[in-house]
């Protein structure tokens, strides 16, 4: 049976994208999943190869005909949006799709257009697959895409029979955390060990936990501040979530990123001991 896997944090820069792209070196038999489609980082440590590109369309547009309309006025006072101009031109930006202005128009001047939002794509990693995406810009229905790229890459996996879906999940509790979250087997959120890392993952935790997913913590640089880590532990102990393991901080994460390598790909040393450990372990419990 597939397993997934999704590594989420309360916000960004907790080092959220180096533990999916260490999985994704580690596990074998898997397809990869990048659901942060605002800021996808996985492809710069995964380099794609794209071999698959398809638009991704949500939400509609309101146009009208100039040809057909006979400038009647009724879609401009229906439009709760002010999208329409006096020159009967619809604004794209403000239109919302609503679509009243289409019953309402007496000549069948105006049609909803379908928008283009953005771009998914199936690449070549060395690695495997990962499925990902791209948001258009001003685009706000990164739930929806998320939830696509998630479908896909489990389509994937099935067709491919592999054992594992590793997802980077997008950063926060919004809507594309939840879209990214839901069914999975297990979510890891990495946090640091701060008060306000400590805060984000109890709110990430409690969106977990009210979609029904098992969640364990990893606590990235622990040793930066061993009195806030023991904190985590105790909240963590204390609401029944399993740290998973600690790691330390090294320079080598970032000098690993820099040359667009997932520190399993870098020289040995302790963060690498310490992340196939927590691999192992994960593996076991799931
Ligand atoms: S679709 Fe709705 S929002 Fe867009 S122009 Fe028509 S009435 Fe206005
Ligand atoms: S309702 Fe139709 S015909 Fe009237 S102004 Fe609008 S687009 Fe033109």
Redesign the pocket.
């Known amino acids: 049976m597939i397993k997934q896997i999704i590594v989420i944090s309360g916000k960004g820069g907790t080092g959220k994208t180096v533990i999916t792209g260490a999985f994704s070196a580690l596990a074998r038999n898997k397809v990869m999943a990048d659901c942060d489609v605002d800021a996808a980082d996985l492809h710069l440590l995964l380099n794609p190869v794209v071999k698959m590109r398809q638009e991704f369309r949500s939400g509609q547009t309101a146009v009208?005909d100039q040809n057909i309309?006979?400038?009647?006025?009724?879609?401009?006072s229906i439009c709760r949006f002010d999208a329409?101009g006096k020159d009967?031109v619809i604004d794209p930006i403000s239109c919302e799709g609503c679509a009243f202005?289409s019953y309402?128009?007496?000549?069948g001047?105006?049609t909803m257009n379908e928008n283009v939002s953005g771009e998914w794509f199936i690449s070549e990693t060395r690695f495997g697959p990962l499925v990902h995406a791209k948001l258009g810009i001003a685009e706000e229905n990164s739930g929806k895409l998320v939830a696509l790229v998630r479908n896909e890459a489990k389509k994937l996996a099935e067709e491919k029979k592999c054992d594992w879906v590793i997802i980077d999940g997008a950063p926060g509790i919004g809507c594309p955390v939840i879209a990214a979250l839901s069914g999975v087997d297990c979510a890891l959120v990495v946090t640091e060990p701060t008060l306000s890392g400590l805060h984000d993952a109890d709110r990430v935790i409690g969106v977990a936990r009210h979609f029904g997913v098992s969640a364990k913590i990893l606590i990235n640089k622990y040793d930066l501040n061993l009195d806030m880590t023991k904190e985590i532990e105790k909240y963590c102990k204390k609401n029944d979530i399993e740290v998973i393991g600690k790691i330390v901080f090294d320079k080598s994460v970032v000098e690993a990123m820099v040359e667009g390598k997932t520190i399993m790909e870098y020289e040995n040393g302790i963060v690498k001991d310490e992340i196939v450990a927590i691999w192992e372990k994960l593996q076991e419990k799931l």
Do not use: L, M
């Open positions: 009208i309309c006979d400038q009647c006025g009724k879609c401009i329409i009967f202005c309402v128009c007496p000549t001047a105006i």
